[in-house]
Structures are given as structure tokens and as C-alpha cells.
């Protein structure tokens, strides 16, 4: 075993490891897709960018649809868009299981979140690195789980904001001391090193991109960043 990952004593539970298909080769994502289901992905993250919530597009309907298709691991829709409202029927539709959209451009959270359960889909609030977690105390006794961003939304390849480490910790503390169970998701920069402070502080579903699918080997990055 690689020495850094032998004094991980520590560990509390290994998290779902949920591949963001931005890194992917577009060229080629059904392949991609079928390699993340074998190298052992629990999730494949698909983030849906509108070029006007984050500078960047990414993929729309169609091309989700198409990925619906050929994913035998279950969906992770992360909606970086103005109008998240828009994206929840199609994308009940196309089978996505979790969706999330950002706390900063909704001002009707609870109707959102009841909109996409009601729909059948696991309803998640995520938040920007500097957006503080105090303005979503009172979502969590209604969301399915919570996506903290740990870089700023948009692009692949990002270095990791440590801050997000103490919102992962308190969302996990305030979900004991309230007898909640929402899951915990991390989003951006996440490798062998920086999962590492993420185990202990309670992190559900780990978020990784860049990290997989640069890597020669997706089974052996995916089995690193759970430790086994
Ligand atoms: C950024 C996206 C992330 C991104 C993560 O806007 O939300 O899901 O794909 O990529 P890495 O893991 O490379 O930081
Ligand atoms: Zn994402």
C-alpha cells in the first residue's frame, strides 16, 4: 500500500467517490463512462454549467439524456445555472438521482428543494467557498444533502480551498446534534492529499474530476481516494 495512505487510522467510513465527467475526453464519453462503472465510481457527477452563474458551458439536455443512456452508476447533477428551476422535470426525466443546485441564486429554497423530492430526486443546496453555511441553517432539516464547493464553480482542475474543510466538520456536528440525515458532498480539487482531513470531518460523497481522469489508472485513483 502507498505509504501515505498507511496511517490513516483515523478514517470513519470510506466515502461514495462520485466522478466528475468535466475532465472527461468529450470525444469519447461513453467509453469514459463505462470505465468509471468499472474502475468502481459510485456516482458520476455531471455539472451543468449556463455561462452566466459560472464563466463556462458544459453540456445541456440532449447530451445528458444521451448519458443517461449508457450509465449503469447512478446520476449526480450539480446545476450551476441562473434558473435552476427550469432543469428539475427534464432532468427527473432523464433519471438523474441527485440534484443540486446553488443556495446564491434562489430566493425560494424550501419550494426548490420540495420541487425536486417531489419529482422523486434526491434534493441538495450547494454552496460557493465564500458563501458562509449560516445561510442555509435553515434548509438542513429538509435537504437530502449538501454540496460544499471547495473551489470557486466553473472549471476543472482547481486548487482546493481549505476553509471547506470547517463547513464539511460543522455539517456533520450540527447533523449528529440534531439527529439529521442529510449527506455531506465535497466538490473541487480533491486528491489523495487533500481527501485525507475530509474522512474524519464526516464527508459522505466525495466529488473528484481532474484527479481521475488525468490519472493513468481510474480504478487505481478511485480505490486511493478510498483508501483501499
Ligand atoms: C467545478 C465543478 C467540479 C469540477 C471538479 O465547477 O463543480 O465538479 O469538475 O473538478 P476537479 O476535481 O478537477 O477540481
Ligand atoms: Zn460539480
Not at 44 to 70: C, Q, R, S, W, Y
Amino acid at each position: 500500500m502507498d505509504k501515505s495512505f498507511s496511517d490513516n487510522a483515523y478514517s470513519t467510513k470510506i466515502p461514495k467517490i462520485a466522478p466528475s465527467l468535466l475532465s472527461a475526453d468529450f470525444c469519447c464519453l461513453k467509453s469514459e463512462i463505462k470505465s468509471i462503472h468499472d474502475a468502481g465510481g459510485d456516482l458520476l457527477h455531471l455539472d451543468i454549467m449556463d455561462g452566466h452563474f459560472v464563466p463556462n458551458l458544459t453540456f445541456g439536455l440532449p447530451v445528458i439524456e444521451a448519458i443517461a443512456k449508457v450509465s449503469q452508476i447512478p446520476l449526480d447533477a450539480h446545476l450551476m445555472v441562473m434558473n435552476p428551476d427550469l432543469y428539475i422535470e427534464p432532468l427527473a426525466k432523464i433519471g438523474i438521482k441527485y440534484l443540486s443546485f446553488h443556495q446564491e441564486v434562489v430566493h425560494h429554497s424550501h419550494r426548490m428543494i420540495q420541487k425536486i423530492k417531489d419529482f422523486g430526486m434526491k434534493a441538495g443546496i450547494a454552496l460557493n467557498p465564500g458563501t458562509p453555511i449560516s445561510t442555509i441553517l435553515d434548509l438542513l432539516m429538509d435537504v437530502d444533502f449538501v454540496l460544499i464547493m471547495s473551489v470557486n464553480p466553473g472549471f476543472g482542475g482547481q486548487k482546493f480551498i481549505k476553509t471547506s474543510i470547517k463547513k464539511v466538520q460543522f455539517l456533520n456536528n450540527f447533523r449528529k446534534e440534531n439527529q439529521l440525515k442529510y449527506e455531506i458532498e465535497i466538490d473541487g480539487g480533491i486528491n489523495a492529499e487533500t481527501i485525507k482531513p475530509l474522512i474524519p470531518a464526516g464527508i459522505d460523497i466525495v466529488v473528484a474530476g481532474s484527479y481521475v481522469f488525468q490519472s493513468d489508472d481510474y480504478q487505481k485513483a478511485i480505490r486511493r481516494l478510498k483508501n483501499v
